[in-house]
Structure formats: structure tokens, C-alpha cells
């Protein structure tokens, strides 16, 4: 059974064009809530943790948000550079300082 | 900070030929990751180390994988032999985390793609 589940698995947008991507969790004792980038040959780089349902984070044209059961990295106004993938971990009690990472989202965006 | 440094960057190698990769985490981290990246399995957590002690090596594919951290500045996984389906991007990552339990965020290296032919 996923435990980390992100949708949608690829998403194409015009620059300009903001949108959200998911992130479902359905572990229990969630600890924290991680989103990451990754460009094509290089590793995850960190962008936020969320720690309880509530708590929003922005970065630049980045915001996420967390519920009880979900997280969003709301995009607001995407640029060409933002094209990446994006991929969500949780970590939670039962796993120490294990994270569990979503298979992650696609995102293309085109001038 | 030079952040995670991995070698080598790209590693090809023959079926049964041992394959070694090597991390150096970020200074003053306690905690250190390896993973795996396939296109099928996504990012897969292979094995951690808090304080240089294997804590969780439940993600270890086979006896033919093993990793190493004689110290809080190397660490090592080994491939004994090498089979085709190894193929993949390798990514040692460190954190803060130590044994306190508090989600401190992962850093990640470059990676490793390993081909075996």
C-alpha cells in the first residue's frame, strides 16, 4: 500500500499559469512533511518542511500547505525555470529518521 | 559548504565486477543516507547511519550490498558482485537529524549512475 501518494504524475503549464500539486500521506504519528526539487541529472534539493496540519511555507513563487492528510505546492505564476520534478517525503514516528518519498510530479512549464 | 560530495559521478562496469561508491557528508551532520533512483521504484531508501552506527538496512536489495561509515566524514557502499538490474542513479544524503528523532530536512549529494553492462 503507497503511503505517499503525488498527483498528478506529469503536469505541463503556460508561464503564467498557476496550479497545485498533491501530495497524500496516510501514515500515522506524521513528524514532518518535506517537498523537494529535482532537475534532470542532479540530486533532490530541499525546498520546505511542514511540521502539523496548518502550517504554510512560501518561497519565491512557492507555497505549501499541510492538512491532516495532504499537502500542496501551490505554484503561483510559474516561470520556464520552475520546470522540475517535485517530490514530497513524510517521516513519521514508526520509521525513525526514515523518509518515505511520493514517486513524484512532473512539471513542464512553457514560455 | 561543499555540501554531499559523491564519486564518481558515473560508474560503468561489467556483470560480477565489484562496484564501490563513496560519500562524503556535510560537516557536523550526524546522519547519513543512501539511496537508490530508478524510473521503476522511484527514490528507495537503502540503508541510514546515525553516528556512523547502521541503524536501518532494511532497504538493502541483497547480501551483495553492503555499506560502511568508518567515520562521521565517509561512508561507502559496496556492490559484490555487480548484476544488471544494479543499474541506477546511487544518492548519499546527510542531516542533522542524529539520534533526536526532530524531522530535520536531507541533503542530498549529485548521485552516482551506475551502468552494469
Known amino acids: 500500500e503507497d503511503q505517499v501518494t503525488q498527483s498528478p504524475e506529469a503536469l505541463r503549464l503556460q508561464e503564467g499559469e498557476s496550479s497545485s500539486l498533491n501530495c497524500s500521506y496516510t501514515?500515522?504519528?506524521?513528524?514532518?512533511l518535506f517537498w523537494y526539487r529535482q532537475d534532470p541529472g542532479k540530486g533532490p534539493e530541499f525546498l520546505f518542511t511542514l511540521y502539523s496540519a496548518g502550517e504554510e511555507k512560501e518561497k519565491e513563487r512557492l507555497k505549501a500547505t499541510l492538512t491532516k492528510k495532504e499537502s500542496f505546492l501551490h505554484i503561483t505564476a510559474p516561470k520556464p525555470e520552475d520546470s522540475a520534478t517535485y517530490l514530497c517525503?513524510?517521516?513519521?514516528?514508526?520509521?525513525?529518521?526514515?523518509?518515505?518519498f511520493g514517486a513524484g510530479t512532473i512539471l513542464r512549464v512553457k514560455s | 559548504d561543499a555540501g554531499v560530495i559523491q564519486s564518481p559521478r558515473h560508474e560503468v562496469t561489467e556483470m560480477g565486477q565489484e562496484v564501490t561508491l563513496r560519500c562524503k557528508p556535510i560537516?557536523?551532520?550526524?546522519?547519513l543516507f543512501w539511496y537508490r533512483q530508478t524510473m521503476m521504484r522511484g527514490l528507495e531508501l537503502l540503508i541510514y547511519?546515525?553516528?556512523?552506527?547502521?541503524?536501518?538496512d532494511s532497504g538493502m536489495p541483497e547480501d551483495r550490498f553492503s555499506a560502511k561509515m568508518p567515520n562521521a566524514s565517509f561512508s561507502t557502499l559496496k556492490i559484490q558482485p555487480s548484476e544488471p538490474r544494479d543499474s541506477a542513479v546511487y544518492f548519499c544524503?546527510?542531516?542533522?537529524?542524529?539520534?533526536?528523532?526532530?524531522?530535520?530536512?536531507?541533503?542530498f549529494g549529485p548521485g552516482t549512475r551506475l551502468t552494469v553492462t
Open positions: 547511519f546515525n553516528n556512523n552506527v547502521p541503524i536501518d
Open positions: 560537516s557536523g551532520h550526524n546522519s
Open positions: 501514515v500515522s504519528g506524521l513528524r514532518g
Open positions: 544524503a546527510s542531516s542533522l537529524a542524529g539520534t533526536s528523532g526532530f524531522p530535520y530536512e536531507q541533503y
Open positions: 517525503a513524510v517521516q513519521a514516528m514508526e520509521y525513525g529518521n526514515k523518509l518515505v
